[in-house]
């Protein structure tokens, strides 16, 4: 197993997107969490592309609580139609292109290339159609359509983070309380499970896809 340490070299510019207002937190908000106190001087941009007037309060807040830390952040909640992004993919292609224009990131967390959910997968493929020379990790977000796969990269966490991230995540998106899966034990069990498949010393991990990576 290859071992990469961010600690003395951490990404400077890092760009997380999501097709739903908590979508990065639950896929990559942990390893956000662990880069920020690697890298103070860490850039931030935050891109959520599907909300409404309360769900979009919820990322906000969300968003200014993960990055709290983050020497510069910016943070853009967009109103794309939830679960018709197929249907305006010229649209959200074009903010994509503007986004390539504004920021130029070191790393991009994205959705999951495989996500059964037709808005994950739409920002995955535009991702990788924008982004050509980056760093990319795909995350997973667990649901009823049962699309956990196998990641090959991982990043290990401590429990301390990893209560810290799902508190956060279960504070702010109090809409989304009414779901049965939303709950810490699902989250923490993904976290337990990643950790165990790639022997992290404190138990814990998130766990990625990469396509490409150049060392």
């Known amino acids: 197993m290859l071992k990469i340490s961010?600690?003395?070299?951490?990404?400077k510019k890092v760009l997380c997107l999501g097709a739903h207002c908590d979508d990065i937190e639950i896929g990559c908000g942990g390893s956000i969490?662990?880069?920020?106190?690697?890298?103070?001087?860490?850039?931030?941009?935050?891109?959520?592309?599907?909300?409404?007037?309360?769900?979009?309060?919820e990322a906000r807040n969300s968003a200014?609580?993960?990055?709290?830390?983050?020497?510069?952040?910016?943070?853009?909640?967009?109103?794309?139609?939830?679960?018709?992004?197929?249907?305006?993919?010229?649209?959200?292609?074009e903010y994509f292109e503007q986004l390539k224009q504004d920021f130029h990131p070191d790393?991009?967390?994205?959705?999951y290339r495989k996500?059964?959910?037709?808005?994950?997968?739409?920002?995955?493929?535009?991702?990788?159609?924008?982004?050509r020379n980056h760093l990319i990790l795909e995350y997973e977000i667990p649901k009823y359509d049962g699309d956990l796969g196998s990641p090959n990269?991982?990043?290990?966490?401590?429990?301390?983070?990893c209560r810290d991230k799902t508190d956060k995540?279960?504070?702010?998106?109090?809409?989304?309380?009414?779901?049965?899966?939303?709950?810490?034990?699902t989250f923490l069990s993904i976290l337990r499970l990643r950790g165990m498949e790639s022997n992290a010393p404190r138990k814990y991990a998130e766990g990625f896809y990469c396509r490409k990576v150049v060392i």
């Open 169 to 185: 995540i279960l504070k702010y998106f109090k809409s989304q309380n009414d779901k049965e899966w939303f709950t810490k034990d």
């Open 33 to 57: 969490l662990k880069l920020i106190v690697s890298r103070k001087e860490i850039d931030v941009w935050w891109v959520v592309f599907s909300s409404d007037n309360v769900r979009g309060k």
């Open 64 to 93: 200014n609580d993960f990055l709290r830390s983050a020497k510069r952040k910016n943070i853009e909640i967009k109103n794309f139609r939830n679960s018709f992004f197929p249907f305006q993919g010229a649209d959200i292609k």
């Open 115 to 131: 996500d059964l959910h037709q808005d994950h997968r739409l920002i995955s493929d535009l991702t990788w159609n924008t982004f």
């Open 107 to 111: 790393l991009v967390f994205t959705h």
């Open 6 to 11: 961010f600690e003395n070299n951490s990404p």
């Open 153 to 161: 990269f991982f990043v290990h966490l401590d429990e301390v983070l």
